[in-house]
T-cell receptor, first 114, second 112 residues
Framework: DGGITQSPKYLFRKEGQNVTLSCEQN?????MYWYRQDPGQGLRLIYY???????QKGDIAEGYSVSREKKESFPLTVTSAQKNPTAFYLCASSMAGGPAYIQYFGAGTRLSVL | GESVGLHLPTLSVQEGDNSIINCAYSNSASDYFIWYKQESGKGPQFIID?????DKRQGQRVTVLLNKTVKHLSLQIAATQPGDSAVYFCAENTDSWGKLQFGAGTQVVVTP
């Protein structure tokens, strides 16, 4: 089945620890995105990538890092610099990075702090 | 700053009735809008989209209306079913590469 796979579904972070969230897509999409969702709120853009080996900061990039070494993969690292990491993290992809390209979402990773 | 917003945070609808979810936007340069449905604990699911050169677009049981004069977007769901219970987000395209700005969402609760 074609789609976007996020793993793990649930993740726990200890104080001072970096954690990495996985996002893989087999839709052959060029563009990929990471969003953060807090309870009762909309989605906020963390990072996006329009093409392999290139990515841009979104609205709330501080405390996060990404890489885009392969077209199918766009992992997100939540660093210890992110002081409030508890949230629902959503990865999305679209055919290209221009307007009017639908973004399709994965099932999300819920990150909590121990 | 410019943003997408929603009039009602919660909408209670009786099964079989039509639902109308509203969204106000303030960026007059936005040229593309999307509605997503998000069920609890899941990722948003694409419902329907509309370009700014259109006033109306219909899908299966859903219709999106765009009023550029008053910068208003609405999603109409016909014959609402229990499976329609979810949070609905509108999103607007805010720049040339396709960045989407999301509203806070409307919770739709379908009652029997």
């Amino acid at each position: 089945d074609g789609g976007i796979t996020q793993s793990p579904k649930y993740l726990f972070r200890k104080e001072g620890q970096n954690v990495t969230l996985s996002c893989e897509q087999n839709l052959n999409h060029d563009a990929m995105y990471w969003y953060r969702q807090d309870p009762g709120q909309g989605l906020r853009l963390i990072y996006y990538s329009q093409i392999v080996n290139d990515f841009q900061k979104g609205d709330i990039a501080e405390g996060y890092s990404v890489s885009r070494e392969k077209k199918e993969s766009f992992p997100l690292t939540v660093t210890s610099a992110q002081k409030n990491p508890t949230a629902f993290y959503l990865c999305a992809s679209s055919m290209a990075g221009g307007p009017a390209y639908i973004q399709y979402f994965g099932a999300g990773t819920r990150l909590s702090v121990l | 700053g410019e943003s997408v917003g929603l009039h009602l945070p919660t909408l209670s609808v009786q099964e079989g009735d039509n639902s109308i979810i509203n969204c106000a936007y303030s960026n007059s340069a936005s040229d593309y809008f999307i509605w997503y449905k998000q069920e609890s604990g899941k990722g948003p699911q694409f419902i329907i989209d509309i370009r700014s050169n259109m006033d109306k677009r219909q899908g299966q049981r859903v219709t999106v209306l765009l009023n550029k004069t008053v910068k208003h977007l609405s999603l109409q769901i016909a014959a609402t079913q229990p499976g329609d219970s979810a949070v609905y987000f509108c999103a607007e395209n805010t720049d040339s590469w396709g960045k989407l700005q999301f509203g806070a969402g409307t919770q739709v609760v379908v009652t029997p």
